[in-house]
């Protein structure tokens, strides 16, 4: 399972970092990264990153977040900063895994985590 942390209320220009991190008998993890979901818009790509470290960015994001994973934790990080109110939202995490025993790879998510922007 994934869980997520690190929302919470920010002034506008200010900074946050979300974490999520995974448990449970993994083998290995593949890509992590972020989606979030903004008042009327549809669920959107924030954030990936590769097991490798290569890394995107949506554009609306990009020069104000950053991605980071550490393997060796199972942890992957939002980096914020630069906040807009219009990165108000819900950020999920998510992560390809495969777990011990399994063949395949799932896709597992992260419970949520909520950023409040104020003007």
């Known amino acids: 399972q994934l869980q997520a942390s690190g929302g919470g209320l920010v002034q506008a220009g200010g900074s946050l970092t979300l974490s999520c991190t995974a448990s449970g008998s993994i083998l290995s993890m593949n890509a992590m990264g972020w989606y979030r979901q903004t008042p009327g818009h549809q669920r959107e790509a924030v954030a990936i990153?590769?097991?490798?470290?290569?890394?995107s960015l949506a554009d609306s994001v990009k020069g104000r977040f950053a991605i980071s994973r550490n393997n060796a934790n199972r942890t992957v990080r939002l980096h914020m900063r630069n906040l807009k109110t219009e990165d108000l939202g819900v950020y999920y995490c998510?992560?390809?895994?495969?777990?011990?025993?399994?063949?395949?790879?799932?896709?597992?998510w992260g419970q949520g985590t909520l950023v409040t922007v104020s003007s």
């Open positions: 998510y992560a390809r895994i495969r777990e011990t025993g399994m063949s395949g790879v799932d896709t597992y």
């Open positions: 990153i590769g097991s490798g470290g290569g890394a």
